[in-house]
């Protein structure tokens, strides 16, 4: 079926749908990575967005488990690639992309020339779009939703044993952020974005801010709960989305990037060292004012944006990038072991 990809500054490209039979609008963003597209599809923080891969081919090792999923569901508003493979090969795949995509209500395009749509995108800065399979339909902007709400847990849950318990506030978490501190020995709850954590009485030894998607001053109930727990001197460390609420919960300030950082490939530097790890991202917004107390702990490589940060003398901590990765490298786990040995 040829369709259409429509960006809001009315540029078009013709493209072959391999997806849902239905329209979608978003946030157009793209991402650089060359594999992983079944956890990434799947990351909460790509709700409300159209998702250009730049990597030429996709498809071609179908789709695993959703053990192997990071949620229990696509998040992504639309797929485009430059070229999609209907013949997987890979001894985990259980069905096709295209397959998946039907199943899950949502449209994907192959159009000639992703390359050109990424580095305009880089160039003017992300903006709106749409894919118009079956009939027209009117702009979104995800970033004016509290996405936060939309994909964060309803309900309480609790995991795993030891002497250390950690609460995990959803605001879109990945599931190897569970995985990540389960397999360190510790009881992980996980509540939703908006539980207030210190009128339940509940028992813990620290906290975890998830990633997640959209505009992080959206995420106000989450941000009062980080307040109570700074004011209360409670271990905490941020993730993603997490970084810039901690960052707004102790007086800091967020702002949008141009493009934003997609990919398992980011370089960031360890403020003070000689250190630059590869790390994995996926967020549009940014920590543009450090707040009294922290220091900036890492910055992009690329652009100097904050990657993190860390507090003078309390316990707090926070990176922009995702150590739990899923997919990427892992060579920042040992942030989960230094944020565990904080408690």
Same mark, same amino acid.
Request: charged share 25%; proline share 5%.
């Given at each position: =079926? ?14 072959k749908?391999?997806?849902?039979d ?7 963003? *793209?991402? &650089?990575? =060359? ?5 990434? *599809?799947t990351? /909460?923080? *790509?709700?409300?967005q ?9 498809? +071609? ?12 569901? =696509?998040?992504?508003?639309?797929? !485009?690639?430059?070229?999609y493979?209907?013949?997987? $090969?890979h ?15 949502v449209?994907?395009?192959? %159009?000639k020339?992703?390359? #050109? ?15 118009v ?14 996405? !936060? ?9 609790n995991?795993?044993?030891g002497?250390? &318990? ?8 990945? @599931? +190897? ?12 709850? &996980? !509540? /939703?974005?908006?539980?207030?954590? #210190? ?11 998830? @990633? ?5 001053? =959206?995420?106000?109930? &989450? ?15 941020? %993730?993603c ?17 141009? *493009?934003?950082h997609?990919s ?17 991202? +996926?967020?549009? #917004? ?11 702990w890492?910055?992009?490589? @690329?652009?100097?944006?904050n990657?993190?940060? %860390?507090h ?5 901590? $926070?990176?922009?990038f995702?150590?739990?990765?899923? /997919?990427? /490298? ?5 942030? #989960? ?7």
């Amino acid at each position: =079926m040829i369709s259409k990809l429509v960006l809001q500054d009315n540029t078009e490209f013709e493209g072959k749908s391999f997806g849902a039979d239905t329209s979608a609008a978003g946030e157009m963003v *793209f991402a &650089t990575g =060359m594999t992983g597209y079944p956890e990434a *599809f799947t990351d /909460p923080s *790509f709700a409300g967005q159209i998702l250009i891969l730049t990597y030429p081919l996709v498809g +071609n090792y179908g789709v695993p488990d959703e053990k192997l999923w990071e949620s229990y569901r =696509m998040h992504i508003a639309g797929l !485009v690639v430059s070229s999609y493979n209907d013949t997987p $090969s890979h001894w985990q795949s259980k069905m096709t992309l295209a397959d998946w995509l039907k199943k899950s209500h949502v449209p994907a395009l192959e %159009i000639k020339d992703t390359r #050109f749509l990424a580095q305009k995108l880089r160039d003017e800065g992300a903006q709106l779009g749409k894919i118009v399979v079956d009939k027209d339909i009117d702009w979104h902007d995800p970033n004016m939703d509290n996405l !936060v709400a939309q994909v964060s847990t309803k309900k309480v849950i609790n995991e795993g044993r030891g002497e250390k &318990t950690i609460v995990l506030i959803d605001c879109g978490a990945k @599931n +190897n952020i569970q995985r990540s501190l389960l397999k360190r020995g510790v009881r992980v709850i &996980t !509540v /939703p974005w908006d539980y207030d954590i #210190f009128a339940q009485n509940m028992q813990f030894d620290g906290i975890l801010i998830s @990633n997640g998607p959209g505009d992080p001053k =959206m995420a106000d109930q &989450t941000i009062k709960t980080v307040r109570k727990a700074l004011d209360k001197k409670v271990p905490t460390l941020g %993730i993603c989305l997490g970084n810039q609420i901690l960052a707004l919960a102790a007086g800091g300030n967020t702002s949008k990037l141009k *493009f934003g950082h997609r990919s398992q490939n980011q370089p960031c530097l360890e403020v003070g060292t000689d250190r630059c790890y590869i790390t994995t991202q +996926n967020h549009g #917004f940014h920590v543009s004012d450090i707040p009294k107390g922290f220091r900036e702990w890492f910055k992009n490589a @690329n652009d100097g944006s904050n990657e993190g940060l %860390i507090h003078d003398k309390l316990p707090f901590m $926070s990176v922009q990038f995702h150590p739990e990765a899923t /997919p990427g /490298p892992v060579d920042t786990e040992w942030i #989960f072991d230094r944020f565990l040995k904080q408690l």
